[in-house]
């Protein structure tokens, strides 16, 4: 069964750091893009990364560009998303998903930024 | 940044009618368009990619047509599992982007 798994997610306060990962399994994890998209409590979706296949490119939504990290370990079939000076507009559920066409999408993990 | 404006926000339907959900894109995606459904508490699921593909196990009564900046979604004889919320998304440029999205409510 193809599967993405999320874990990381908790309370940080403003300014903190938190690291999201997203175990893969079920298919060939390092033949795929994969993506970090989120969710405001009550809001829409919001795409906030990319990374190639490859860990050769990556790309970042504005709101995060310069504070959060996206990298991939495809030994272990994992990903990952750094995220560092948090800010209360992160507050959000956090999936990992694959591919360009987000055909596959995590459970999702609660980051929940708060002083 | 490609702003993608989904209508209408809401969408009343009784069981077995069919609904038309519209998503357009500020410029050309191409057929670079994706349909996702959510239900609450629920991580979302793909339903087209595309424009008009249907994902993997997605019913046949989930259809999708457009190009270019207009796209439509078509969902006939409404199920009570297809009671939802959807967005669309574009994948032609970056920053990838979704729409507001638009809920399927029961009427």
């Known amino acids: 069964e193809v599967q993405l798994v999320e874990s990381g997610g908790g309370l940080v306060q403003p300014g903190g750091s938190l690291r999201l990962s997203c175990a893969a399994s079920?298919?060939?994890?390092?033949?795929?893009?994969m993506n970090w998209v989120r969710q405001a409590p009550g809001k829409g979706l919001e795409w906030v990364s990319y990374?190639?296949?490859?860990?050769?490119?990556?790309y970042y939504a504005d709101s995060v560009k310069g504070r959060f990290t996206m990298s991939r370990d495809n030994a272990q079939n994992s990903l990952y998303l750094q995220m560092n000076s948090l800010r209360d507009e992160d507050t959000a559920v956090y999936y990992c998903?694959?591919?360009?066409?987000?055909?596959?999408w995590g459970q999702g993990t609660t980051v929940t930024v708060s002083s | 940044e490609i702003v993608m404006t989904q209508s209408p926000a809401t969408l009343s339907v009784s069981p077995g009618e069919s609904a038309t959900l519209s998503c357009r894109a500020s410029?050309?995606?191409?057929?670079?368009l994706a349909w996702h459904q959510q239900k609450p508490g629920q991580a979302p699921r793909l339903l087209i990619y595309?424009?008009?593909t249907r994902a993997t196990g997605i019913p046949a009564r989930f259809s999708g047509s457009g190009s270019g900046r207009e796209f439509t979604l078509t969902i006939s004889s409404l199920q009570s599992e297809d009671f939802a919320i959807y967005y669309c998304?574009?994948?032609?440029?970056?920053?990838?982007?979704f729409g507001q999205g638009t809920k399927v409510e029961i009427k």
């Open positions: 998903a694959r591919n360009w066409g987000l055909d596959v």
């Open positions: 079920g298919f060939t994890f390092s033949s795929y893009d």
């Open positions: 990374i190639r296949s490859s860990s050769s490119t990556m």
């Open positions: 410029q050309s995606v191409s057929s670079n």
């Open positions: 595309g424009a008009s």
């Open positions: 998304q574009q994948y032609n440029d970056w920053p990838r982007t």
